[in-house]
T-cell receptor
């Protein structure tokens, strides 16, 4: 099946610093990628939709200036957590889906990034 | 997308069949039932999906009731590695839904016990 890869898988940063998380579709092009956040023992919550070549669409309550999304190519989207605070500590997951013409119907997810802000 | 209801948790003995129910009484005619699972500290993984016929693949079977208001995911011989949160999601065929995201409910936490 298609592969979506995230990097890093785990990161620890100090409060006030910024952290960049990469999401790559390894064997298909994705005009759209999705970013989710998951707190302990909770479900995945959609943060934003990343669109190649245009601005991301953010869900209500997600600060676009804090969570910067860049989708500069058809295989790479990045999420930058700016001025991170301990409450931003969470599990961040990206998702992408191969184009429908390829016959795939399922979405593929990265392995997730565990962010800890100290 | 139609709302789904799943039990919060279930236990299953290793080697036995795990039957995970999902209620989706408001499902529309063009909505499919998708199942994903999430093993601890990993991204979700696709399992299976169906419209109205029962489906089977190498991972699981999906049984959909005739009225399509509920379904059951069956793991025929559960192993310890099947311990995960299982999500039942109802939505239109992903191929025809454009670039819209999956919306996750709370899922069922399945614990496979040795």
């Amino acid at each position: 099946g298609a592969v979506v890869s995230q990097h890093p898988s785990r990161v620890i940063c100090k409060s006030g610093t910024s952290v960049k998380i990469e999401c790559r579709s390894l064997d298909f092009q994705a005009t759209t990628m999705f970013w989710y956040r998951q707190f302990p023992k909770q479900s995945l919550m959609l943060m934003a939709t990343s669109n190649e070549g245009s601005k991301a669409t953010y869900e209500q309550g997600v600060e676009k200036d804090k969570f910067l999304i860049n989708h500069a190519s058809l295989t790479l989207s990045t999420l930058t957590v700016t001025s991170a605070h301990p409450e931003d500590s969470s599990f961040y997951i990206c998702s992408a889906r191969p184009p429908g013409a390829a016959g795939h119907t399922e979405a593929f997810f990265g392995q997730g990034t565990r962010l800890t802000v100290v | 997308d139609a709302k789904t209801t799943q039990p919060p948790s279930m236990d299953c003995a290793e080697g036995r069949a795990a039957n995970l129910p999902c209620n989706h009484s408001t499902i529309s005619g063009n909505e499919y039932v998708y199942w994903y699972r999430q093993i601890h500290s990993q991204g979700p993984q696709y399992i299976i999906h169906g419209l109205k016929n029962n489906e089977t693949n190498e991972m699981a079977s999906l049984i959909i009731t005739e009225d399509r208001k509920s379904s059951t995911l069956i793991l025929p011989h559960a192993t310890l590695r099947d311990t995960a949160v299982y999500y039942c999601i109802v939505r239109v065929d992903l191929r025809n839904s454009g670039n819209t995201p999956l919306v996750f409910g709370k899922g069922t936490r399945l614990s496979v016990i040795a």
